[in-house]
């Protein structure tokens, strides 16, 4: 009995976190952060990247989009005039479908031109099973969008499973859904991404516990976040724009912070 109490609170504390998420996801700050990011933007670097890469690789002439794992749906303004759908885990709001945690879609759910999935598969517990409700969704022709993490902190929302190769992903969209990759991008590569994770690192210093000298240096520190992030973002972007989006086969960028893939569904195989 006290098992049985204690995983139905656990359950509880999830959907709890999951709906204070969606909250966040939904404000207009986030929203904005992503679809018009500025330099001295927290995740600036990174955002700006993502932004590029979706734009680059958003298929032409889709009329049925569904966005799978949609959050606060920022980059529906990408899509224009089309059937735009809305799924999501139990608990969001102005959702078309709900899922749960296998992330397995209703029966209706198909026919789609387009899957956009970003910074979700991460996620996932199951990303194999996600990626084939991507493949029985879509029509024949029909494409998937996916962005996802190379290297990046955990993030729990509620949870935080994986990352990927730009190669190991390519093969398990390929292997496990039976999706054509079409393209495959690194995004904020190189320098441009150690700058991203030396920033992140940076805004969490804090050296309080040293007495008077530490609290100077945190407000220190705390000065040059605010004076300084805008210019060295605007210094990145101008230093290092052949490190933002780049072809997955490009030699010397090994290291990489996103990913994006476009595939497509090719064949007619039964649903």
């Given at each position: ?113 387009c899957i956009l999935s970003t910074q ?45 190769t730009a190669v190991g992903l390519q ?35 804090r050296f309080e516990s040293a007495g ?60």
């Open positions: 009995m006290e098992l049985a109490e204690a995983g139905y609170l656990k359950q509880r504390e999830a959907l709890a976190a999951h709906e204070r998420m969606m909250k966040a996801l939904a404000a207009q700050e986030y929203l904005r952060e992503r679809f018009e990011p500025r330099p001295g933007d927290p995740g600036y670097l990174c955002l700006s990247d993502l932004l590029m890469a979706i734009k680059g690789l958003v298929p032409s002439n889709a009329k049925r989009v569904l966005d799978y794992g949609c959050g606060g749906s920022p980059y529906r303004p990408l899509f224009g005039e089309c059937t735009y759908h809305r799924a999501d885990f139990v608990g969001g709001s102005n959702l078309d479908f709900e899922y749960a945690a296998d992330s397995r879609l209703p029966p209706e759910a198909s026919d789609y031109d979700v598969l991460e996620h996932v517990e199951d990303p194999i099973v996600y990626l084939q409700e991507c493949y029985r969704v879509l029509r024949p022709g029909g494409h998937l969008l996916l962005t996802t993490h190379g290297i990046f902190e955990d993030h729990a929302a509620p949870h935080d499973y994986w990352r990927w093969r398990m969209i390929e292997g496990a859904a039976g999706l054509k990759v079409k393209t495959v991008k690194k995004l904020t590569t190189g320098p441009r991404g150690v700058l991203f994770l030396s920033e992140r690192e940076f805004y969490r210093l008077a000298y530490g609290t100077l240096l945190s407000l220190g520190i705390r000065a040059v976040q605010r004076l300084g992030a805008r210019r060295l973002h605007e210094a990145s972007d101008r230093s290092f724009p052949q490190h933002r989006v780049v072809d997955a086969s490009q030699s010397g960028r090994d290291m990489y912070i996103g990913i994006a893939v476009l595939a497509v569904r090719e064949d007619k195989r039964r649903r």
